[in-house]
């Protein structure tokens, strides 16, 4: 009974209000209405995405595909999108603190200019910065979201378009060590190939 549709135990329910009665059968409807209550608060593992306005659960496979299942389209966001195909907040933010123990709090000043300096405060925080990262479709979004000034954007652009080109002494002159050539390169390149620089 708990797990099939509502609909379905509604029907049930009435074909069997004939044979029981009707104190056992409020019973049911109770327990049935509390059950439909918890769905639209918590959702099962295979629909597991909670659409914030109208607390539909989805399914995993209909976020991002094209078309809205949210009553508002909050499935099909672009932020949402975006991240999906990004690496996780938590991993980058983890990334950005890692580059600043190893070269010092003004280093990420090389990658996104003047304002991030002392550990990207002027900016807002590390973590307000990989969110921004996660959830810019483009680099003009990025430097809109963190108002960053045109030159610095297109230095960060220059970057990521060296990467793009497999020249790595680009990097190298912005003083990355070697042991960390290779998470750079994979960071920058993972941007890129969700549309970064599109
Ligand atoms: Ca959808």
Known sequence: MTSCRVAACVAALAALSCAVPHTILALDLNRLYGHHTKRSEYCHPYEPFKCPVDGNCISIQYLCDGAPDCIDGYDEDSKL??????PPVEETASFLQSLLASHGPNYLEKLFGSKARDALEPL?????????????????????????????????RSVFMAVENGDLGMLKSLGIKDSELGDVKFFLEKLVNTGFLD
């Not at 999108?81 to 990004?86: D, E, F, G, H, L």
């Not at 307000?128 to 954007?153: C, N, P, W, Y």
Request: hydrophobic content about 45%.
């Open 81 to 86: 999108c975006t991240a999906a195909k990004r």
């Open 124 to 156: 807002g925080g590390v973590e307000k910065v990989a969110i921004a990262l996660s959830e810019s479709q483009t680099i003009e979004d990025f430097g809109a979201a963190l108002h960053l000034m045109r030159s610095d954007l297109e230095h960060l």
